[in-house]
């Protein structure tokens, strides 16, 4: 509401300057003269016209995709063929399996600069753009933090804000635009001296200098009302970031190169922004230039960086271009795995060498060491991290991926370009139906057959939705026919016997609703089709959903009795009488399709809500019933606690 109000009181102050520029210029000349009827009136409905249709036409072009806004700025999607591009596609799943979200559009903007963007109005649907200097001078942890900390503006709805105030900015900026224009043209009609417009340059590019003057002040509002969105948010979205990664480091010193960058003398001349890229630099990872902290939309850096350490750090100087990777040979380094090695000359942290189950002080016993399906992964893992991370001493690479787990096997073979569709099936039917060989050919590959069995095993059963959610990213990118062929091999497959589990459909729920997201004009139709039906509709499916949670949460009944009731009552919904005994899940797909049309901000509550359902907190079962319905209803999966890292066999 503050920032509607900013933008009319801007509007305004637009209209009262041009009626006093022109009462002005009319009286100056045509000294004495009257001004014409509706005078004032047609001048302010001109700037309202030209403002208003301005900020609406851009609305219009924008859409609610943030990859509209990517290629409004000239930003490339990825190609796989670039390393560069992979590795930053791979830490954008990983980040959107620990938020909860899908996958959004990816984008690169070819500017030398460390600088990152997100926009769009619902995650499904959001685009996350990060600069050409960003990926190639960040290392894979700071890299980490910086599209953690834009998911973050992606769950915290900044994003969407973004889109909005950028159209509402376009349309201040309208007016100096079109000045600018005119003035040119009739700068350009001025040098053709036989052409009979060349007459009425003058004139013209006297309007045109005097609406291009003018039109500074709608510059001036926009920079106003950009410096009014907040300064908190970006605070915020830094917090969410170091929640998501678990490492404060690599924001942070992603944000430390980023100040030393910009205390380089010549560096703030490197790139000039364009007109359309000023509209935007309030939603930068940091501000591209400095427009004084009168109209600073961004904190100081300083106190970002002070903020995430709790004191005040210096700016960390550019990384060096390579790793020199030097191990010296010896009877006494013989014994020594080549992960310890690593350890000792890179500084690559135990439990990457030894693997997230090596007790404290296995350091002796690296990837060379490891057993199982993933032993030999890890030291691949480990030797791609240095031939590929080249990073300075002070820095710190990424928390352990997934990939440091037995199910590497398989997370090697998801992300490699020869992917066949028949293996990705089979592979999506045996995490959905929790069994293998539940479509067709058994696994020919023992390294992922070994990874699949692992993930469905107790020991394994907390990677189960990360490594489900890192395969539905990919798949994602396949054409609807193929993503629906795959899902309709999963149903086969969980109904083969004839009925349905409800891990199986829990699984299956969040498999279809990654792969096939509601749109926006489908939600919306289905708003008015229900709307007849009234808050007992809703009530009804709150039943049938929270006698699903009792069921995989192990909740009493008078748990869900009192959790149901509270919840309706914050839903504003009747309160059910009672859940049913049985649940069918057609009826929960029914009130899934129902519960979407809640408000946005009523959907993170009933999460929340959800949430204390489970009996036993971090539960795997309980947090993929969770992801499941946040995926149904188009919300992001809430910050409800940290699980425990998984122990592998």
Request: aromatic share 4%; proline share 6%; hydrophobic share 50%.
């Amino acid at each position: 509401m503050r920032l509607v109000l900013l933008f009319a009181v801007a509007v305004l102050g637009i209209v009262a300057a041009v009626n006093l520029a022109a009462l002005a210029g009319w009286h100056l000349l045509f000294a004495g003269a009257r001004t014409p009827p509706y005078f004032v009136a047609t001048n302010a409905f001109v700037v309202l016209l030209i403002v208003g249709g301005s900020a609406w036409l851009e609305r219009h072009r924008l859409g609610d995709s943030g990859a509209v806004l990517a290629t409004r700025l000239g930003a490339r999607p990825l190609d796989d063929a670039n390393p560069m591009h992979r590795r930053l596609r791979d830490v954008a799943e990983e980040v959107a399996v620990s938020a909860g979200v899908p996958v959004p559009g990816l984008f690169v903007l070819d500017d030398p600069t460390i600088n990152a963007m997100a926009a769009g109005e619902r995650p499904a649907i959001a685009a996350v753009m990060l600069t050409r200097g960003a990926l190639e001078r960040l290392d894979r942890a700071q890299l980490q933090g910086v599209v953690a900390h834009e998911f973050a503006h992606i769950l915290g709805g900044d994003a969407a804000l973004n889109v909005r105030l950028t159209s509402a900015l376009y349309g201040l900026y309208s007016l100096r635009l079109a000045g600018r224009h005119l003035l040119e043209s009739a700068l350009d009609r001025g040098r053709q001296g036989n052409s009979p417009l060349s007459l009425l340059a003058p004139a013209a590019a006297f309007a045109g200098a005097m609406v291009s003057a003018i039109g500074m002040l709608g510059v001036l509002a926009a920079q106003l009302l950009r410096a009014g969105i907040g300064r908190q948010r970006e605070f915020l979205a830094d917090a969410v970031a170091v929640q998501l990664t678990r490492d404060r480091d690599g924001l942070g010193s992603a944000l430390r190169r980023i100040a030393a960058e910009q205390a380089t003398p010549g560096a703030a001349a490197e790139h000039r922004a364009a007109d359309y890229e000023a509209l935007v630099s309030h939603f930068m990872l940091v501000q591209p230039t400095g427009a004084g902290d009168w109209f600073d939309s961004h904190p100081p850096l300083a106190e970002r960086i002070r903020r995430l350490y709790g004191r005040p750090m210096p700016p960390l100087r550019d990384r060096a271009a390579a790793v020199e990777v030097t191990i010296p040979a010896g009877p006494a380094r013989a014994s020594e795995s080549i992960g310890a090695r690593l350890v000792s000359h890179l500084r690559v942290p135990a439990r990457v060498a030894a693997g997230p189950a090596a007790p404290d002080g296995a350091m002796g016993q690296g990837a060379g060491a490891a057993a199982g399906p993933g032993g030999e992964d890890l030291r691949t893992d480990v030797l791609r991290w240095a031939e590929t991370m080249a990073i300075a001493a002070d820095d710190r690479p990424a928390a352990v991926p997934l990939s440091a787990t037995p199910a590497s096997a398989l997370i090697e073979r998801m992300r490699t370009s020869a992917l066949n569709r028949e293996d990705a099936g089979r592979w999506l039917c045996a995490l959905v139906a929790g069994r293998t060989g539940q479509c067709g050919d058994v696994e020919s590959d023992p390294r992922v057959a070994a990874a699949l069995r692992w993930l469905l095993s107790p020991a394994g059963a907390s990677l189960r939705v990360p490594v489900l959610e890192l395969m539905l990213a990919r798949f994602r990118r396949w054409s609807s026919a193929h993503r629906r062929e795959m899902l309709d091999r999963c149903r086969r497959a969980i109904e083969q016997d004839g009925r349905v589990e409800s891990a199986e459909w829990v699984h299956y729920t969040l498999a279809r609703h990654r792969l096939l997201p509601q749109t926006i004009g489908h939600a919306r139709g289905a708003v008015t089709h229900r709307a007849a039906r009234g808050r007992a509709a809703h009530s009804r499916a709150l039943a049938a959903l929270f006698a699903m949670a009792a069921a995989v949460g192990e909740a009493s009944a008078r748990t869900t009795r009192d959790t149901l009731a509270e919840t309706a009552a914050l839903l504003d919904v009747p309160a059910p009488a009672a859940t049913p005994d049985q649940i069918d899940t057609v009826e929960l797909a029914h009130a899934l399709d129902m519960l979407v049309t809640l408000p946005p901000l009523d959907k993170p509550m009933l999460l929340r809500m959800l949430a204390r359902m489970a009996r036993t907190p971090g539960d795997p079962d309980f947090d993929a019933f969770l992801r499941a319905v946040a995926a149904a209803i188009d919300c992001p999966v809430p910050r409800l606690g940290l699980a425990a890292p998984p122990q592998a066999c």
